[in-house]
């Protein structure tokens, strides 16, 4: 699929530009306080003009053959653009934690480390994290290592995606 640059495309998102549209594909997962799996994951970024995008991630627990089992994680927020390929990620997951992240752009790469993190009552314990995005032969790999449920940092999650449609703009 042949990406193109929104017309109204904020300068600052330029660094980013790259990650607009939809994207679908699977992954893996491993933790030491729970049993490794294979999932599928939908990431959806859009941007209407200002310096900033959406963001909204499903994912879903898939069987050895690639086949649903469950749904799983969802999370929205918004990853805001700054001047000079800085980055803020304002995020909420369905799990009842928020989390900010700061980060920088570049070159078809995207590196975040949270800031700060705040929890509901029953929601399990998370500290850190670091989530790195980068373009590969177009498509979409990221990495999640995440400090949580007294673990230190270590990797959590990885996928590739594939873009699946540009995105929705005004």
């Given at each position: 699929m042949v990406f193109e640059l929104p017309e109204n495309l904020?300068?600052?998102?330029?660094?980013?530009?790259?990650?607009?549209?939809?994207?679908?594909?699977?992954?893996?997962?491993?933790?030491?306080?729970?049993?490794?799996?294979?999932?599928?994951?939908?990431?959806?970024?859009?941007?209407?003009?200002?310096?900033?995008?959406?963001?909204?991630?499903?994912?879903?627990?898939?069987?050895?053959?690639?086949?649903k089992v469950r749904d799983a994680a969802l999370e929205t927020g918004f990853l805001r653009c700054r001047p000079e390929g800085k980055v803020e990620l304002v995020m909420a997951h369905h799990t009842g934690f928020v989390e900010v992240w700061y980060g920088r752009a570049d070159g078809g790469k995207l590196e975040l480390a949270t800031d700060a993190i705040a929890r509901t009552e029953s929601a399990k314990e998370v500290a850190a994290g670091t989530r790195l995005y980068g373009n590969v032969d177009g498509d979409l790999l990221y990495a999640y290592d995440m400090a949580a449920m007294g673990q230190e940092l270590q990797p959590h999650l990885w996928a590739r995606l594939q873009r699946t449609r540009q995105a929705d703009l005004p």
């Open positions: 904020h300068p600052d998102c330029a660094p980013l530009a790259w990650m607009l549209g939809s994207w679908h594909g699977n992954g893996h997962g491993d933790y030491p306080t729970i049993d490794s799996f294979q999932f599928g994951q939908e990431l959806i970024f859009t941007h209407d003009g200002r310096p900033f995008f959406h963001y909204f991630a499903r994912s879903w627990i898939v069987d050895e053959s690639g086949e």
